[in-house]
């Protein structure tokens, strides 16, 4: 089993930073990917950045050159560097673990980016 906790979110203006951080408890020499998700009231969870092990990195279109996922070397953090940010970025963002077995989920941290 793993747990994830969330935080770092909050209210932003346009154009504003925020650094989202995932504290990963249990098991997380099992994990194989941890990735950020997000969701925005009425829409479906989306995928924001991947890193797996060995370091392969994504990025959702809509955030490429502005969002930077990085995890510490002891692999038991994940953060999420977000600059530029635009009110579309608005949502709940979610730190998700896959492992060997298992896929696992935080609670999510609220990011609002508004004038």
């Known amino acids: 089993q793993v747990q994830l906790v969330e935080s770092g979110g909050g209210l932003v203006q346009p154009g504003g930073s925020l650094r989202l951080s995932c504290a990963a408890s249990g098991s997380i020499f099992s994990l194989i990917r941890m990735a950020w998700f997000r969701q925005a009231p009425g829409t479906q969870r989306e995928l924001v950045a991947t890193i797996t092990n060995d370091g392969n990195i994504n990025y959702a279109d809509s955030v490429k050159g502005r969002f930077t996922i990085s995890r510490d070397s002891t692999e038991n953090s994940l953060w999420l560097e977000m600059n530029r940010l635009k009110p579309e970025d608005t949502a709940a963002y979610y730190c998700?673990?896959?492992?060997?077995?298992?896929?696992?989920w935080g609670r999510g941290t609220q990011v609002t980016v508004s004038s």
């Open positions: 998700f673990a896959q492992g060997i077995p298992g896929a696992y």
